[in-house]
């Protein structure tokens, strides 16, 4: 059951990450064409520097899933893989406990990120000039508060191997997300 779990988590994390990725590859088309602009036509193109605002915070949690499901967050473990090479259920647990405290986070982020998006819906919050170009808030913060909860997920997800090795004293075997 939670093999299967896991890997529907998976491709939606996956997919997340790509769409992303290919924010990213907006971004830079969207970036050389203002400057492009610029040089060309002495200009820059409405709108870039409120859509790059809005859309560095979209890109980064859209990728947090899968960063955290493929252990590529920052992490510092020195101390815990000391711990875990002499102790290995007891490092185990404190990943399990690590983990939980993730998944905490996370799930505060989208929590209180709920009423704010709630407000700028409901108000009309924007980035840039009025009549001459905007952005509502309220899609930066629904992404958010989205990939915040499935981030959770994944540390949840993780969490409960750790666990799993920790009571099983199989703490050798790799966590897959």
Request: aromatic content about 8%; glycine content about 6%.
């Amino acid at each position: 059951m939670l093999d299967l779990f896991a890997s529907k988590l998976r491709l939606l994390t996956m997919a997340l990450n790509g769409l992303g990725t290919l924010l990213i590859l907006v971004l830079m088309a969207m970036i050389n064409l203002d400057v492009l602009s610029m040089n060309a036509l002495g200009a820059p193109i409405t709108g870039v520097k409120e859509s790059i605002a809005l859309s560095i915070a979209v890109i980064v949690f859209l990728q947090m899933p899968e960063t955290l499901r493929a252990n590529r967050h920052i992490a510092s473990d020195m101390w815990i893989t000391r711990l875990s090479d002499r102790h290995p259920r007891v490092g185990e647990a404190l990943q399990m406990v690590f983990h939980l405290l993730g998944a905490a986070m996370l799930l505060l982020i989208a929590r209180f990120g709920w009423p704010m998006m709630e407000e700028a819906f409901r108000n009309g919050y924007y980035v840039g000039t009025v009549n001459v170009f905007t952005l509502p808030t309220w899609p930066t913060f629904a992404v958010v508060m989205f990939c915040s909860s499935i981030t959770a997920l994944q540390y949840i997800l993780i969490a409960a191997q750790h666990a799993s090795r920790a009571l099983s004293g199989d703490a050798n075997k790799p966590t897959k997300g």
